[in-house]
């Protein structure tokens, strides 16, 4: 469950983080979905799932380095995979 958790826990704040992201790069971008609360509720909802994250890490070590040295590794075969972006595959055709 720790191992699922911890996974599950990492991605979900990478989502919720990535909305900052987007508006700060893309400002100008149609917003056809608002964040409610934005930005105070995604900040507390990053701040909720760091401490779970933390609490895992720190209660149960073994499980949780188990769950990130598995996204680790996903990484890493991604970036040794080549990612291509849509327009560069439409180029490529």
């Known amino acids: ?18 909305v900052f992201i987007h508006r700060r790069k893309f400002p100008q971008s149609p917003r056809p979905y608002k964040t409610w609360g934005y930005p105070v ?4 909802y990053l701040a909720i799932i760091s401490l779970t994250l933390g609490f895992l890490l720190f209660t149960n070590t073994f499980e949780s380095l188990l769950g990130l040295l598995t996204i680790g590794i996903g990484y890493v075969i991604y970036l040794l995979t080549g990612k291509k972006t ?7 055709k």
Do not use: Q
């Not at 469950?1 to 990535?18: D, E, K, P, Q, R």
């Not at 849509?86 to 490529?92: C, P, Q, T, V, Y």
């Open 1 to 18: 469950m720790t191992y699922a958790g911890i996974t599950l826990n990492v991605f979900t704040f990478l989502t919720v983080a990535s």
């Open 41 to 44: 509720i995604p900040i507390v």
């Open 86 to 92: 849509i327009r560069e595959k439409e180029h490529s």
